[in-house]
């Protein structure tokens, strides 16, 4: 599913009229007629076709983020893939006020970064990480991830965010991100840990203990890069349920 399959974002224009657009042929911007609804809608389309494309062009996902209803901005992933950043952090403990972030790792376009405290994660290096994407993936980052960091960096991070937790739910798939994964056939190549394990591994870090900073770094970094293994199935669930879907007429 791309951007320019979807009519959603244009005023006076829910579900049931996308659909039928789409069981009738009209599944992309370029084959978009006005005959196919009224007047008034047809303006309305045909404005918003014209806006959107010159917002694709110009590489603006925050438009679209704004132009989607919430459940369906996972359509944007697949125009903004390249510039897409998929993030986590670890923690010593659940609450910002009286706990620290450790170790945060950011993966995008193959590439996986891993900021650790007291060597390279700042509020600089931080804000340079989230700069670079037009779109942020996480999993239950927008009620943890995202509030802990502003938190404890003073940062204020404004970019379009796709929580894989709810686009999960859409699918029926509940519980925790590994429990997800294992439910949709995602492999981990070292034995689970848990959030637990994490906090436990950077207070023997601080020890002294070498390897465990090594486990901790290659735990957080399987969970940052799983989420694109995630995102890949989820969207193309989403696109079937929804998508494929209507032009079948189901």
Known sequence: ??????????????????????????????????????????????EFIEQGRDRLAAGDADFFYEAFPSGSRWRLYENFRPRTCFFDIETTGLDARSSDVT?????????????????????????????????????????????FLEQSFDLDIDRPHLDLLYACRQLDLTGGLKAIEREVGI???????????????????ERGDEDALDTLVSYNRADTKNLENLLDIVTDRLHDDVFVAACDGR
């Not at 006076?12 to 007629?33: M, N, P, Q, V």
């Not at 993966?107 to 340079?128: C, Y």
């Not at 492999?187 to 870090?205: N, Q, T, Y």
């Open 103 to 147: 170790t945060v790792s950011f993966h995008r376009a193959g590439e996986t970064t891993t900021l650790v405290q007291g060597e390279d994660l700042t509020r600089a290096a931080l804000a340079t990480e989230l700069r670079a994407a037009d779109l942020l993936v996480s999993f239950n980052g927008k009620r943890f991830d995202v509030p």
């Open 1 to 46: 599913m791309r951007i320019e399959n979807s009519f959603l974002p244009v005023r006076g224009i829910g579900e049931k009229t996308e659909r039928r657009l789409w069981r009738e042929g009209i599944t992309h911007w370029d084959a978009f007629d006005e005959s196919a609804v009224g007047d008034a809608q047809g303006r309305n389309i045909r």
């Open 187 to 205: 492999d981990r190549d070292r034995p689970d840990l848990s959030g637990r394990d994490a906090v436990r591994l950077w207070h023997a870090h």
